[in-house]
């Protein structure tokens, strides 16, 4: 027997011994082995199919916060620009107000003014007419002091009205 040559018969020991592990495991392993190995393989695509969905969801939720983001910064500008709006609008109407209080304010105190004028006026003129009353009594007082004086004058009177 040679070392180097193995014989038929452990050749033939050797593939009976092969294919008897081989249908072993093919009857009892190879199934398993390979549902194992199937079932790895569909949750390495799930996995990749989710972080797929993942992506696209972060690329969608992205985008609408962009959208939401700028749909805010519009309606903030058009929130501030109606209140500076409005402000101005306050402002000019508190100007205007107060123009017209001015102007009434005016009004009034020239009213005022004229009425206190006019009063002042028939004051003076009532004063005046009393004194005028009054110079007139001592003139005519004077005048008619004595009854030469007055008989005088009821015919100077007489002799001014002509009879028609």
Not at 60 to 70: A, P, V, W
Not at 89 to 108: D, G, L, P, S, Y
Not at 112 to 122: D, G, H, M, P
């Amino acid at each position: 027997m040679d070392l180097v040559t193995p014989g038929i018969g452990l050749v033939f020991w050797t593939a009976l011994t092969f294919l008897i592990l081989l249908f072993i495991l093919r009857k009892f392993a190879w199934k398993p082995i390979l549902g194992a190995v199937s079932e790895r393989e569909d949750s390495i695509k799930d996995a990749l199919t989710e972080a797929e969905k993942a992506r696209e969801e972060m690329q969608h939720l992205k985008s609408d916060n962009e959208r939401i983001l700028k749909e805010a910064r519009a309606e903030r500008d058009t929130m501030l620009k109606e209140a500076r709006e409005i402000k101005d609008n306050m402002i000019n109407e508190a100007k205007e107000e107060a123009r017209e209080q001015a102007n009434k304010m005016i009004e009034q105190a020239k009213t005022t003014i004229e009425n206190e004028k006019l009063a002042a006026i028939t004051d003076l003129k009532n004063q005046v007419a009393d004194l005028s009353i009054d110079i007139a009594e001592k003139v005519v007082k004077k005048e008619l002091s004595t009854k030469e004086k007055q008989l005088e004058l009821v015919e100077d009177m007489l002799g001014d009205i002509k009879l028609n």
